[in-house]
């Protein structure tokens, strides 16, 4: 398995970003690639709980998934279990959402930050279980989400 890596920096103090990360009222601002908005966003910030959001397309159309934390160091690394979900939570594959693969995934996600002068450096690092094409998609919907938290500080 390949891992998918993108590093990136932001202009603002790691605690900054750390919460820009954490905060859900903060993270409703970004956290959607960038066709999209996030319509619900619930963080519960502790080992084993769940992040929980929804991508809304321009036609109204809903994307759902979470992440169940697994470590936090605060602010310095997270990292959560990611998958699909319906609307309720519950696990679904990628077909569900009109996507190639009809296997549930859970994905390990971990997120670095470190502190580079006046600026944060990311490190994402994701397991990836994807063909090449639906990776050529998540990096540009990582970083379209990354480019929204940019303009935003």
Known sequence: MEKLIIERKFDAPIEKIWKEFTDAALLKNWWSPD???ASYISV???????FRFCFKDANGKEFWGRGKYQKINEPTYFSYLDTFTDAEGNAVPPSYF???????I??????????????TAMKLTM???YDTAMTADMMKGWN?????LAKNL
Not at 44 to 50: D, F, I, Q, R
Not at 144 to 148: L, P, R
């Open 35 to 37: 066709t999209m908005d």
């Open 44 to 50: 519960e910030l502790k080992a084993g709980g769940l």
């Open 98 to 104: 009109g996507m190639e693969g009809d296997k549930i």
């Open 106 to 119: 859970e994905s390990l996600v971990e997120f670095e930050f470190s502190t580079e002068g006046a600026t």
């Open 127 to 129: 397991d990836n279980y």
């Open 144 to 148: 379209s989400m990354f480019d929204k």
